[in-house]
């Protein structure tokens, strides 16, 4: 069986410029946008932009706070091994500048794991500290539970005293993000406050 070429089902239109032979040469129109078009484009990515910005703000405060947490939690699990194997008193404190401890509540820069040999609830130098973690300006603030400025861990893995909860919130607003609690036992745990609609037990 033979099998004869068929023709093309369609046409292809000529080019832009140029016309079949002996024909006049085809005009093209090239049409851009319009103000009124481009004015309303603006407007809608305007609008979209507006409301994806609050969602990204709030998630990237969520993912601070949550690295607060795990940082603090890390941090006093740390220390609390290094009291049982150096056998001496390890403190965690909130610091500004890395070398002293503060004598407020305030964590928000950041905290020191140190060896507090002498108990004195500073370190002795440099040498003494163990870790230093800053923070940066911005992030979610974390207050610790009135009167109780440091975690002290002794020898036996007991942190002594009462229970310590270090709060992270929601900076402008009055949310707790979540908690690291210490028990007098030297135990850490972590909790989460999303979802759960609890109120910041400070004024951020």
Not at 76 to 100: D, I, Q
Not at 158 to 174: H, K
Request: with cysteine.
């Amino acid at each position: 069986m033979q099998h004869r070429p068929t023709a093309a089902v369609g046409r292809h239109a000529p080019a832009c410029g140029h016309a079949g032979h002996g024909a006049m040469p085809m005009r093209c129109h090239h049409h851009g946008f319009t103000l009124a078009e481009l004015v309303v484009t603006v407007a809608v990515l305007g609008i979209t932009l507006g409301l994806a910005l609050p969602s990204l703000a709030l998630l990237r405060e969520r993912a601070q706070a949550l690295d607060a947490l795990h940082g603090l939690t890390a941090s006093l699990v740390m220390a609390r091994m290094a009291a049982v194997t150096r056998g001496r008193p390890v403190s965690v404190c909130p610091s500004a500048e890395g070398l002293r401890c503060r004598t407020d509540l305030v964590w928000d820069e950041g905290w020191l794991v140190f060896v507090d040999a002498n108990r004195s609830g500073q370190p002795a130098g440099p040498e003494a500290v163990l870790r230093h973690v800053q923070r940066r300006p911005g992030e979610p603030p974390i207050r610790a539970t009135p009167g109780r400025h440091r975690v002290r861990y002794q020898p036996s893995g007991m942190a002594g005293g009462n229970n310590i909860s270090l709060s992270v919130c929601r900076r402008g607003d009055t949310r707790l993000i979540g908690r690291v609690v210490v028990n007098l036992a030297g135990r850490v745990r972590s909790e989460s406050g999303l979802g759960r609609d609890l109120p910041c037990p400070f004024q951020p």
